[in-house]
């Protein structure tokens, strides 16, 4: 690698850490269009049954755990009952043992990846989930303009908090080489190519220390490398070919640091944005930064973004797919859909 592209690079890394860290500080003021446009609703409900899927690993599970109890029997109503994830289980039989409990909330206390799996249980259920953010994403908190931080806040909101339905959508993967088939719901981001490449191998021990800015050290390793061909069909239309890095499938567009990636994504429009990217050097990816984080209308040809309820995408070679920051296997084609207003969440007043 050549002297001036290696300078670059690390020009673009420091560029990000610096306005990512920036934008982590002003939060509100770079997040200016709120990504929930219908108006929230009260629950309706006097006393509520109370289920909470948590992860027990996550640095404040333990004080979540006494902040949901003391709320719950400050309003009078019966102790909360809590379901543990594991190692083996990221939350599917607990949520499931959640709802034998006939409750009206489900909190969830985790990372996005436990937000993902009792989404999928919920969706088309009447039952709310109240989000209490503990991972290093929050993805979805961000999108509902939760404080992530506020670890008070969130209790209070998802157990006193006004109510009402987002979209969530299903991304089906299929890979013809080894018969892998399988289908998840996600709630604010997926993706296949380079950003799913990143996902993996983002180095877990610096995760843990500086949180979600690992990312950007997997992704400045990730930059350099070639484009692949896909075939790409919206809501049925004729395929066109492209040659990509990656493609994002959004529900909304609010990213950790601040960052709005896709301004125009709304989380209950009944739409996907989809953001193909196909640059072909350093320079490239720079341009796309820019364009980013100073929200520029203007048209980039390495970053095209469309507006679909249904996405098909075959690949002639198995590329890495992701959802939520979650890595979710290879595929040769995908099918993502959207799932207009099928679930209940607990919002601010």
Known sequence: MSDWILYLLIGVALAF???????????KALHVRSAVGGEAQDSG???QRVAVVLNPVKA????????????CLAAGWENPVFFETTADDP????????????????LVGGGDGTVRVVAETLVH?????????????NLLARNLELEVTDLHANVNTALFGRQRHIDTARMGIENSRTGYSAEHVFLVIAGIGMDAEVLADTNAGLKKVVGWLAYTEAGMRHLPGRRKKVSISLDGSGEQVRNIRSVLFANCGLVPGGIDF??????DDGMLD???????????????????IFKHSGKLPIMTVYRSGRIVIKCPEPMPTQLDGDTAG??????????????LVRVKD
């Open 17 to 27: 850490a610096i306005s990512s860290w920036w934008g982590v500080r002003r939060l």
């Open 45 to 47: 409900l006097g006393r």
């Open 60 to 71: 404040r599970s333990e004080e979540a755990r006494g902040k949901i109890q003391r709320g």
């Open 91 to 106: 939350g599917y039989s607990q949520v499931r043992a959640a709802l034998a409990h006939q409750p009206d909330v489900v």
């Open 125 to 137: 259920t009447d039952v709310a989930m109240g989000l209490i953010p503990l991972g290093t994403g």
């Open 262 to 267: 896709i301004p125009q994504a709304m989380i």
């Open 274 to 292: 989809v953001v193909v990217m196909s640059p072909r050097s350093a320079l490239g990816w720079l341009l796309m930064y820019v364009k980013i």
């Open 330 to 343: 290879e595929a040769t084609r995908l099918t993502v859909q959207v799932d207009p207003k099928s679930l």
